[in-house]
């Protein structure tokens, strides 16, 4: 049930840009995307509803292909401060009931 | 505006003992839910709620109960430890399951001798 996220981890230099990218094997209603900083709670960044949307505040953006049961995180310009692991969680609905389950993370190192 | 609060922070315990990690939000949410986290493994689901007096299981739910008595609260019982429980335990809430932000807990560490 859990949706695939890759790659497992990125290193790169400010100013660079980086795609994270999540994926299900079961159809998905809603897609989180959150970053956690080490020791911390995650945080959240955006949501993308069914529909196909795209989403994105300052330098990061999201897409959300449902078709394909994908999502993907684009970064930017990447800053210092976008060091962390990045989480997609995904909305499920199936016979079991709604479920809502997260990837294993990105580890995302932004270098001077 | 507390959000979720979390107790407690640390947690120390020996193979067999039982514990309540609490779970309370003053935000008015239907959806709460219980993740623990490992290294390597992400947030796994252990048990969730979409409101008082319902329950049910998420990925991970063996070894672990939770009841839901009012809409704030939403504990974690473990029966009885076990090593494998070592983890960090995030509690999480949302208005409506999916369409809405998940507010985190600061998580709680919990080490099982």
């Known amino acids: 049930q859990q949706p695939v996220q890759s790659p497992q981890a990125v290193i790169l230099r400010e100013g660079e840009d980086a795609v994270i990218n999540c994926s299900s094997s079961k159809a998905l209603y809603s897609v989180h995307w959150y970053r956690q900083k080490h020791g911390e709670a995650p945080v959240f960044l955006m949501i993308?509803?069914?529909?196909?949307e795209q989403k994105g505040h300052d330098k990061i953006s999201a897409s959300f292909n449902e078709k394909k049961q994908q999502s993907s995180l684009y970064l930017t310009a990447s800053q210092l401060s976008y060091s962390g692991t990045y989480f997609c969680g995904t909305e499920i609905r199936d016979n079991y009931g709604q479920n809502f389950v997260f990837g294993p993370g990105t580890r995302l190192s932004v270098l001077p | 505006n507390a959000g979720v609060t979390q107790t407690p922070k640390f947690q120390v315990l020996k193979t067999g003992q039982s514990m309540t990690l609490q779970c309370a939000q003053d935000?008015?949410?239907?959806?709460m839910s219980w993740y623990r986290q490992d290294p390597g493994m992400g947030l796994r689901l252990i048990h969730y709620?979409?409101?008082?007096?319902?329950?049910d299981q998420g990925e991970v739910p063996n070894g672990y109960n939770v009841s839901r008595s009012t809409t704030e609260d939403f504990p974690l019982r473990l029966l009885s430890a076990a090593p494998s429980q070592t983890s960090v335990y995030f509690c999480?809430?949302?208005?409506?399951?999916?369409?809405?932000?998940?507010?985190f807990g600061e998580g709680s560490r919990l080490t099982v001798l």
């Open positions: 999480a809430s949302s208005y409506y399951l999916g369409t809405g932000e998940l507010f």
């Open positions: 993308l509803l069914k529909g196909g």
């Open positions: 935000m008015n949410h239907e959806y």
């Open positions: 709620s979409v409101g008082a007096g319902i329950t």
